[in-house]
Every structure is written in structure tokens, then in C-alpha cells.
């Protein structure tokens, strides 16, 4: 098993947008829902903010839905989470992973993208 890799965090001022892409190179044979978490800080537990189905039926958390966007990608089992209207209270540390149901998930953790958003 092989972690997802996620990329385009960065620090963005209030009000601004970001777009991080995450890919699993290891699952190749099928198509899973892929979720977006977020850890705003160490020890704090992860929100799951975004889901995709494989059929591509999105679900939000309340935190973020009507900014977020959650899309698949070309190559398969990846994600794209656009973020507008960013808030200081997006700043998290953002990770990618396919959930299984009862908090499980399939792939390991991978270190994630920081999402950093100044007032």
C-alpha cells in the first residue's frame, strides 16, 4: 500500500483561494471515493471536509460546503479540492485518503499539504 500525495497548499490571505490535487499510484485496478481531512492542529481530531463517490456524488462537511469543491481528477483515485472564500479557520494541515466507512480508510497517511490563511 502507498500513501496519496497531496500538493498545492500554501499561505493565502482571508478571502483567497487554493487548489490541492492529491494521487494514489498504487490503486490502479479500481475506482474509490476519495475524501478530503483536514488536522487544524497536532493532537486535535481530523474532520473529513469533502467526499467523492466513484460515480461522482460530493458530500461537504458544514464548515466548508457553498466554498469547497471536491472533483475527481484524469488519473485514476485522484482528487482536486478547490477552496474559496478561505477563512483563518481553513488553516489545517490537508490530507487525501479513500475512506472505507467507520473511520477507516484504505491507504496510509501521507505527510499532507499546510494550508496556511492570514487575516
Known amino acids: 500500500q502507498v500513501p496519496f500525495v497531496e500538493s498545492g497548499g500554501g499561505l493565502v490571505q482571508a478571502g483567497g483561494s487554493l487548489r490541492l490535487s492529491c494521487v494514489n499510484s498504487?490503486?490502479?485496478?479500481?475506482?474509490?471515493?476519495i475524501a478530503w481531512y483536514r488536522r487544524q492542529a497536532p493532537g486535535k481530531e481530523s474532520e473529513r471536509v469533502a467526499t467523492i463517490t466513484p460515480s461522482g456524488d460530493t458530500d461537504y462537511s458544514d464548515s466548508v460546503k457553498g466554498r469547497f469543491t471536491i472533483s475527481r481528477g484524469d488519473a485514476r483515485n485522484s482528487a482536486y479540492l478547490q477552496m474559496n472564500s478561505l477563512k483563518p479557520e481553513d488553516t489545517a494541515v490537508y490530507y487525501c485518503n479513500a475512506p472505507v466507512g467507520g473511520g477507516i480508510v484504505r491507504a496510509p497517511w501521507g505527510p499532507g499539504t499546510q494550508v496556511t490563511v492570514s487575516s
Open positions: 498504487g490503486f490502479t485496478s479500481e475506482v474509490f471515493a
